[in-house]
């Protein structure tokens, strides 16, 4: 339930000059072709009392997210005020012709959606308009359907709070970043200190809630687990889930960015992966070494997608004996297009391949247990990432205070990687220039938002619904980058 539920509402503007019969026959026409879900108000908007009164209506039935359908040329004031005046996203569709004559049935649509246009930019007004805006009832019922997961991001960022715990670590400052973003697109934040964290934790020492969880544990994990660190794992994940409840404040969801290194695993015993796995899993992203921007990524793909997400490393180069052996002549890629993504073991098990496993942070078992037997550094979550559609994106705020963006769609191959960690190998077609002229060029951070399908379009048309203007992507070959060599 930490994502938010659309509940679709639909009104039909008319100008006055115009058979008002025509909107309420086409906008039945489009509620009879999308089928369960759409809230139809009865009330057609002609002026803007109609506007006043179709807005209660739609409120009192419970509708979050509006659809605007200009059956006919529609009123300009009025059906602006709607998009002013609603507490949700908004989106705007017109009528095509062709359901009857063009004498006393042309309705203009085409044309008004032009003149609305031009309002909602008078009024400084976000609303969502489909690429091609004008359709038949079931062209306009399609591109409704399209517009759900749309709302549910934006819904959901404006109920957001992201809750941090530490600062970033050293030489982690590629994790850090201006929060003024956050406050442009309504997202709260409440930052906090590893003690409170820590505090609350031991304050959940044998709560008597840590049995079910193991249970659960044990059952997801097929007994591929540490049972000694069973306890504490549940104990932790308890200790998230309440501070979330009790420190939503006036926000609906919850989004956690948390320190996860150097300092947690040996006070709190074993690593956070696992657990932070277990949240992402409902929609509850923890991103790694307090990545807040990533936090709000993760968080938007987990509603566009309404499945789990990860945040991962753009970690490494995929080697040239693996490609050769396992890539090439099996799959249309180069070896640039390819790499690895990798993170301790954040990403959720139902995304990986059988055989994922509870295990240890070599890493951080060099540098804090000296490579030893591993102790307090146990608690990621390892093995290979399933194959099939990704998109890999990013929304970040640079060092100007401005918000740019990339999105990326490709699939994650099945593959062997021969190595340790959550990690599976990628591939994106024209990676390595989109590498080197986006990630390079812009300057983005190591980490990556990870969603299990492709969802670029609607993520495209969010993160255009938030203002930002630069959003990159793998530019084909005929398209070079702005910064793109032409003498290669």
């Not at 059956?71 to 005020?81: I, K, S």
């Not at 794992?233 to 969801?253: I, N």
């Not at 490579?371 to 399933?386: K, V």
Request: glycine residues 10%; aromatic residues 10%.
């Amino acid at each position: 339930m930490n994502i938010p539920e659309v509940k679709l509402g639909i009104i039909a503007v008319s100008r006055d000059c115009f058979p008002i019969a025509l909107s309420q026959q086409r906008r039945k026409s489009i509620v009879a072709a999308y089928g369960d879900g759409l809230y139809e108000c009865p009330i057609t908007v002609e002026n803007e009392k109609d506007a006043q009164a179709a807005l209660a209506d739609v409120r009192a039935n419970g509708v979050n997210a509006l659809v605007v359908f200009l059956g006919n040329f529609g009123p300009e004031t009025p059906e602006t005020l709607l998009c002013q005046k609603f507490h949700g996203p908004v989106m705007y569709v017109a009528a095509a012709e062709g359901d009857g004559d063009l004498i006393n049935g042309r309705g203009a649509a085409y044309c008004g959606e032009l003149n609305c246009s031009y309002n909602l930019g008078m009024r400084h007004l976000k609303a969502y308009i489909p690429e091609y805006p004008v359709g038949t009832a079931e062209e306009c019922a399609q591109m409704i359907k399209e517009f759900v997961p749309i709302a549910r991001a934006i819904i959901g960022v404006k109920n957001l709070k992201i809750i941090t715990f530490g600062p970033r670590p050293q030489d982690f400052f590629a994790c850090n970043a201006p929060i003024k973003g956050l406050y442009e697109l309504g997202v709260e934040i409440e930052e906090n200190s590893e003690l409170d964290l820590l505090v609350a934790y031991k304050a959940h020492a044998g709560d008597k809630r840590i049995p079910e969880v193991i249970a659960d544990m044990q059952k997801e994990m097929d007994g591929q687990i540490y049972p000694d660190l069973l306890e504490r794992m549940a104990q932790f994940e308890l200790t998230l889930l309440d501070w979330a409840e009790a420190h939503k404040g006036a926000r609906k969801y919850v989004a956690f960015a948390d320190k996860c290194w150097p300092a947690f695993p040996e006070q709190f015993g074993f690593e956070p992966c696992y657990v932070n796995s277990r949240l992402a899993s409902r929609g509850i992203p923890v991103a790694c070494e307090v990545d807040i921007y990533g936090a709000l990524s993760e968080y938007i793909g987990a509603c566009l997608t309404g499945d789990a997400v990860t945040l991962l490393d753009i970690n490494n180069s995929v080697p040239k004996y693996i490609y050769d052996e396992d890539i090439a002549g099996k799959f249309d890629y180069d070896i640039k297009d390819t790499f690895m993504g990798f993170h301790c073991g954040n990403t959720p098990s139902c995304k990986m391949c059988n055989g994922c496993a509870v295990k240890y942070q070599l890493i951080q078992n060099r540098l804090l247990e000296n490579g030893g037997t591993p102790d307090f550094t146990r608690g990621t979550l390892e093995g290979a990432i399933a194959p099939g559609e990704i998109t890999i994106y990013r929304l970040q705020c640079d060092s100007e205070g401005n918000l740019r963006s990339y999105i990326a769609q490709g699939e994650v191959l099945p593959v062997a990687t021969r190595s340790f960690g959550g990690i599976g190998i990628f591939a994106i077609p024209e990676m390595g220039r989109f590498y080197r002229h986006v990630l390079i060029q812009k300057r983005y951070p190591h980490h990556g938002a990870v969603a299990f399908a492709h969802c670029g379009k609607a993520l495209f048309e969010v993160l255009k619904y938030f203002g930002v203007s630069d959003i990159a992507y793998n530019q084909p070959k005929s398209l070079p980058y702005p910064t793109e060599n032409p003498f290669q």
